[in-house]
């Protein structure tokens, strides 16, 4: 149907009779350098013949017209985009209607060091350079119980802006229980200013259902609003702050998004 006249004219304006249009024609007209490509049953103001310069239109008139035209065929040539590849995928079934806990590796789970230490739970070896060193790992206090609670309330996300071929044998030794549903690595980070940052928009989760756990402030500097801080931990071994915190996310795991609970966290 065509668009009538009318909805294309100020208060006071009137347009000329114009030549019939020729439905679903297809037109292609350049005037002041722009290129009119779209059906003529919806540019009914573009003449066959004469063109719009001989219509008497103004040209206050002849501008609006021209940006409409942009706009109509804009809209009939544009094609959809395909979705971008999002880091996690779809939610596992025993996970649907949880939220999405982000939880990373070093100084907030665990602690490394290529120094040898005493009392360590796990010494991992990793090749580096075609040298293969071992990684003494430290398992901060109440790790197992925060992980299997954790894993009962969300869905549990590892990312860590470590290398995989040091952190997967780490994460196999330190989940005996299957929390992590998926397991990201420095790859899946984006490098910003010399920082390798946790970009929780690019998980594929609705944010308002996304909460980040890390001790580095950089890692979700996109996403501040998302965050639960932890304290960087080395070997202190009184350290309780992870068995503290299980109430905290008892109770954020029932709520209907993230955003004021955490905003309340942050003004304390």
Known sequence: ML????????SG???PKMPKAVPYSFQRKCVDGWELC??????????????????GLTSRLISLTLLLVHHVCSLCFTFPQPPEKYLLPEVNINDYGKKCVVIDLDETLVHSSFKPISNADFIVPVEIDGTVHQVYVLKRP??????????????CVLFTASLAKYADPVADLLDQWGVFRVRLFRESCVFHRGNYVKDLSRLGREL???????NSPASYIFHPENAVPVQSWFDDMNDTELRDLLPFFEGLSKEEDVYGVLQNLRGR
């Not at 668009?3 to 100020?10: A, K």
């Not at 779209?38 to 219509?55: M, V, Y």
């Not at 308002?208 to 890390?214: C, L, P």
Request: aromatic residues 6%; proline residues 0%.
């Open 3 to 10: 668009l009538h006249e009318r909805h294309l004219c100020s």
């Open 13 to 15: 304006n009137t347009l």
């Open 38 to 55: 779209c059906f003529s049953s919806i540019c009914l103001l573009i003449s066959l013949d004469n063109g719009l310069t001989r219509c």
């Open 142 to 155: 109440h790790v197992d119980e925060f992980l299997q609670k954790m894993g009962e309330l969300f869905e």
């Open 208 to 214: 308002r259902n996304v909460i980040i756990v890390d």
